[in-house]
């Protein structure tokens, strides 16, 4: 129940915004996320954005994963 | 996923699989990482000494049976319609369930949004709309901004019964208890979205456990284990991480916190199998009681003790005490089409979740 997807903005007003969400265009809530903009990558929970995401998805993580990696004996 | 995603991963499983001696259990606290778990068949790679256990992080398996009879009296009233999510519809109160009330021709509708509940109630003003506002903390500020868009719009057709429930005491209380064993947790990556690191940091500071603010894709959770194996081992030290920064700020989000607050104020619940958690729920503040269903209806959530049926072990599996294949029915009496207990109805439950991604296997 707590499963969110990303999406980005595309159009916005007060309260809604027309997002992408791969390829799908969708209409959602946004009253719950300050300071949003156009362009912005935003994670969906139930027709709301709940987060704005970093841009680079994996980045961080695959980084991690190196440095586990190379921590490692 | 890469073909560099599956490598990291690949080497990631085969590093942790190596590094283990003895058994260890991880608890994953969120239904949704229960879900995804079993999806990307993650116990799978692992070695058996990494035990994966599922805690009460399902909404709709920890929500008590007398929040569903009273969503049941409720449909009584001839111009009431009840508005929930789909999981909760199987969800058997003491008798009956919704999807039952509805068979007998009793208005129930399925939203996939709270705004489709605004939009509901705009339509049908003969109608008095409840919504079953069930979830964590992730969830509860979407019932916030609704039930304020509400006064804003002047709307009074519509009605919340809330069974609103908070993660740090469910997490305190399970870690307290004696009989549950956990070396490392998987805390929820949407419910901290919202809250932030400080409901979580407690696992670490306080009980001195390893714990992981963790993501929902199969390297997010790779990654988690990983770190949490390398803490438990003693490789690296112990330290609370966040390996979901991408969306989750130590901060969390401040508006939806902010209207949490204007909204709700906490109060005791009952779990499903487990008991009452004090200060583990989210309640309609008084500024807000008009949207409250409970005052408008003069209803009582009575705290009618589990009603598990014979040899339902999902009061164990709830806490990590147990996993779905110690229980006798599970995957013979007991599969989704046929389910006997909660854990087993919606698919973030652990024995659903086990049961649709292993074939019955673990
Ligand atoms: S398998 Fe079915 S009966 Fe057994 S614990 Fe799970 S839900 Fe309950």
């Known amino acids: 129940m707590c499963l969110a997807i990303p999406a980005k903005v595309i159009k916005m007003n007060e309260s809604h915004a027309e997002v992408d969400i791969m390829g799908v265009r969708k209409t959602v809530n946004i009253l719950l996320v300050d300071n949003l903009n156009v362009g912005d990558k935003i994670m969906i929970h139930a027709g709301f954005a709940i987060s704005k995401i970093e841009d680079e998805y994996f980045c961080f993580l695959e980084n991690m994963l190196r440095e586990i990696l190379d921590d490692c004996p | 996923m890469t073909q560099e995603e599956k490598r990291l991963i690949g080497e990631t499983v085969a590093q942790v699989n190596k590094s283990l001696k003895s058994d260890i259990r991880i608890m994953e606290v969120c239904g949704t990482h229960t879900h995804q778990i079993a999806r990307f068949g993650i116990r799978k790679l692992l070695v058996p000494k990494i035990h994966l256990v599922s805690g009460p992080g399902c909404p709709v398996c920890v929500t008590e049976s007398g929040y569903i009879d009273a969503l049941i009296t409720l449909l009584m009233h001839e111009n009431v319609t009840i508005a929930t999510f789909g999981d909760l519809l199987r969800v058997r109160g003491s008798s009956d369930s919704l999807e039952e009330q509805k068979s007998l021709g009793r208005k129930v509708i399925t939203v996939y949004s709270p705004e489709d509940v605004l939009n509901l109630a705009k339509r049908n003003t003969d109608q008095n709309i409840v919504f079953a506002a069930v979830g964590f903390e992730t969830t509860a500020p979407l019932y916030a901004a609704l039930?304020?868009?509400?006064?804003?719009?002047?709307?009074?057709?519509?009605?919340?019964?809330?069974?609103?429930?908070?993660?740090?005491?469910?997490?305190?209380?399970?870690?307290?208890?004696?009989?549950?064993?956990?070396?490392?947790?998987?805390?929820?990556?949407?419910?901290?979205?919202?809250?932030?690191i400080s409901p979580f940091l407690p696992v670490t500071i306080e009980y001195h456990i390893p714990a992981v603010i963790c993501g929902f894709e199969a390297m997010d959770l790779?990654?988690?284990?990983?770190?949490?194996?390398?803490?438990?081992?003693?490789?690296?030290?112990?330290?609370?991480?966040?390996?979901?920064?991408?969306?989750v700020s130590d901060a969390g989000n401040s508006a939806a916190l902010r209207l949490m607050s204007e909204v709700f104020r906490i109060s005791d619940v009952n779990w499903r199998g487990i008991g009452i958690i004090r200060d583990s729920a989210l309640i309609l503040n008084h500024s807000y009681e008009e949207y409250d269903a409970s005052k408008r209806?003069?209803?009582?959530?009575?705290?009618?003790?589990?009603?598990?049926?014979?040899?339902?072990?999902?009061?164990?599996?709830?806490?990590?005490?147990?996993?779905?294949?110690?229980?006798?029915?599970?995957?013979?009496?007991?599969?989704?089409?046929?389910?006997?207990?909660?854990c087993m109805i919606s698919s973030e439950g652990a024995c659903a979740a086990y049961y649709g991604f292993g074939g019955g296997k673990i």
């Open chain 2, 147 to 196: 039930i304020q868009t509400s006064q804003k719009e002047n709307i009074h057709n519509l009605f919340f019964l809330t069974s609103l429930k908070r993660m740090e005491p469910a997490i305190r209380f399970i870690l307290g208890k004696s009989g549950v064993h956990i070396d490392g947790m998987i805390c929820p990556g949407h419910v901290a979205a919202i809250t932030g």
């Open chain 2, 222 to 247: 790779i990654a988690s284990i990983s770190i949490l194996c390398r803490q438990i081992t003693g490789e690296i030290p112990i330290q609370f991480m966040n390996t979901y920064k991408r969306c």
């Open chain 2, 297 to 342: 209806f003069g209803l009582k959530i009575e705290s009618v003790p589990a009603a598990f049926p014979d040899r339902c072990e999902c009061s164990k599996v709830l806490i990590g005490e147990e996993t779905p294949d110690m229980c006798v029915n599970f995957g013979s009496l007991c599969t989704p089409d046929h389910p006997i207990g909660p």
